[in-house]
């Protein structure tokens, strides 16, 4: 196969030449794109989407400099009562729930009661941990919180608690299932998704403040957020308010240790 060399000035023109038009596809693009001006404009794009992707419904809140514009729904949150969606409606968030046990650590951190830089060996030794590098790249806090432990995810049996009870202890599913906590790689040195490492992460909210570490999100986090609805338990209480999944057209039922979608102060 034969290579053709462009001289410098000539590729710098076809580069600039290209850089050109690539722009003025994507302005041309832009233009076309709709833009709502109204709220009730943007309400029907919203809607549009939702119905033409069959979503059951969605939740929606408009912020602006911290302050809540607008916030309301599109569709159902439960299709055999026929009840709609609206600002008050919970969702379940799951994964995002990441987020609220990482700023709880950081709280810790910055009240000083935890070091995130810390080995988790010297912090919580009695987790069963496996780590053939640890002279070298030892589990830090840091890593659970970015995903770069090394640790595998949930074994199938972890994924919901079935029969245990709804308050099944943290430090129990850790040393019942112990194959997650098998280091693969040398820590801090690749990223693999996992969650027995948040779940782990919890468990040092819940050691080093002496709370559950949902007790301790709620009023550290949660609070002074001014976020006011919001919780990690399925209760009887919020159940009415939560927005009924669906696996295509059966609903799903929810498992324990859910947190459900959190709102503003209006």
Not at 32 to 48: R, V
Not at 80 to 89: A, E, G
Not at 152 to 165: C, F, I, L, S
């Amino acid at each position: 196969m034969r290579r053709i060399l462009l001289p410098a000035i000539t590729l710098s023109f076809l580069i600039a030449g290209l850089a050109a038009l690539a722009s003025a596809q994507a302005d041309q693009k832009k233009e076309e794109l709709p833009h709502p001006k109204t709220l009730e404009a943007l309400q029907g794009a919203m809607k549009d989407v939702v119905e033409r992707e069959h979503v059951t419904g969605a939740g929606v809140a408009l912020v602006s400099n911290g302050q809540l514009l607008w916030c309301g729904g599109i569709g159902k949150a439960d299709v055999s009562s026929n009840r709609d969606v609206m600002c008050d409606t919970e969702f379940r968030v799951g994964s995002i729930s990441k987020t609220f046990v990482a700023l709880a650590l950081l709280k810790l951190q910055e009240d000083g009661r935890i070091n995130l830089y810390s080995r988790l060996q010297d912090v919580a030794p009695e987790i069963p941990l496996k780590n053939r590098w640890g002279s070298t790249n030892p589990v830090r806090i840091v890593n659970l919180l970015e995903h770069s432990a090394g640790f595998d995810d949930m074994e199938p049996a972890e994924v919901y608690n079935r029969d245990g009870p709804w308050d099944y202890p943290l430090l129990d599913v850790f040393k019942r299932f112990q194959e997650p906590e098998a280091v693969r790689w040398p820590p801090g040195t690749r990223f693999s998704y996992s969650n027995p490492g948040f779940g782990i992460a919890g468990y040092l909210i819940e050691k080093v403040s002496g709370q559950p570490f949902d007790a301790f999100i709620q009023q550290n986090v949660l609070a002074p957020l001014e976020i006011i609805i919001g919780d990690f338990r399925l209760t009887g209480a919020n159940r009415a308010a939560l927005a009924q999944g669906y696996e295509g057209n059966p609903p799903a039922p929810y498992r324990t240790r859910i947190f459900t979608c959190a709102q503003p102060v209006t």
